[in-house]
Nanobody, 120 residues
């Protein structure tokens, strides 16, 4: 019943920018951490950025200084501002949220994935 809907992916040239959005909806009691992961063909899914409910953040070394994660708790939405994009950023990007649907333990939910392609 919980759903994460992503938007903002696309094709950009090296050095360009994109902003990804992910909105959670459904039977949500509360949301803990939210984050973005990416997966390129033949590679493992990797954490790109993560943000806690108190807005503490962490980033993969490969994107640090170029990407910024943020969240709007009132909208149950997480964003990823991606600047100075490089070809190696090309991947399917997945939104993740750790969500309580009740007061008991939380569960991870995933968005449908959005393609980001960086190419000249």
């Amino acid at each position: 019943q919980v759903q994460l809907v992503e938007s903002g992916g696309g094709l950009v040239q090296p050095g360009g920018s994109l902003r990804l959005s992910c909105a959670a909806s459904g039977s949500i009691f509360s949301i803990n951490a939210m984050g973005w992961y990416r997966q390129a063909p033949g590679k493992q899914r990797e954490l790109v950025a993560r943000i806690t409910s108190s807005r503490r953040t962490n980033y993969a070394d490969s994107v640090k200084g170029r990407f910024t994660i943020s969240r709007d708790n009132a909208k149950n939405t997480v964003y990823l501002q991606m600047n100075n994009l490089k070809p190696e950023d090309t991947a399917v990007y997945y939104c993740n949220a750790n969500i309580h649907t009740t007061w008991v333990g939380a569960t991870d939910y995933w968005g449908q994935g959005t393609q980001v392609t960086v190419s000249s």
